[in-house]
């Protein structure tokens, strides 16, 4: 098998952007895809992608926050196909917009319960099975911005950091069963949600390039994947700093998020 997987394999927010892409890589004859977004339409263009590609496809048109329906599809796709990877990529982001007006409760409520709580309601329900089984791998897709709270996204950092910390524990309840997980922390890379990000972006990727490097992690059963280093290094590096100048520091940092993303 090309990717490495077998049997069956799902994936959130794979109606567009990385997910799509990482649906596109996965899907090879022999792979039943389970895709999860909220737009139908664009599922079934990946789906056709992925069917071009020899993969058999379900999808599932649900928001990851419902978790009865998330946990109702993904047990039912399992029974039918044992899941050997699961990718939680589904996300959504806000923050200071362009007039200045900082995020208010709502935003920071949302994004964790899709963020978080999304992440949870996917996989969550697999894993007594994925450890009965002692195989599978499960991805979270969290963020550099995981790694240090910044003054204009507070609520987008506290979801992915939040992300990571669920993901380090299930990771080490893992070990030893012969399953694993994979933490993943992209930088900036070109998509929806970066569009509508207002302000620097170093060392920013293509889309299909960040696809490759998580697909290469997932495979290899790396335990975790981020990327690129100067950006993570710098941002991990804050955590040695006394706070007020970390503080100082990421207040260089700043940024606007466009309404409508």
Known sequence: MRNGFQGGVIVSGASRGLGAALARRFAAPGVMLGLVARSEAGLRETAAACEARGAVVRIAALDVR???????????WDAAVPTSLVVANA???AGRRPDGTPEGVAEVAAQVSVNLLGAVNLVGPLLPAIRARGMGRVGLVASVAAFRGLPDSPG???SKAGLWAWGQAIRADLRGSGAGVTLIAPGFFESDMGRAWQGPRP????TEAAAAR??????AGRPS??????LVAGLRALALLPAPL?????????????EGE
Not at 67 to 76: F, K
Not at 225 to 230: H, I
Not at 248 to 256: C, D, H, Q, S, Y
């Open 225 to 230: 994947c981020a990327f690129p280093l100067p």
């Open 91 to 93: 996300g959504i982001a």
């Open 203 to 206: 060392f920013s990727l293509s």
């Open 66 to 76: 419902d978790a009865a329906a998330m946990s109702r599809t993904v047990l039912g």
């Open 246 to 258: 970390a503080d100082r520091a990421v207040r260089l940092l700043r940024f606007r998020i466009a």
């Open 156 to 158: 987008y950092c506290a």
């Open 214 to 219: 998580i697909d290469r992690a997932l495979r």
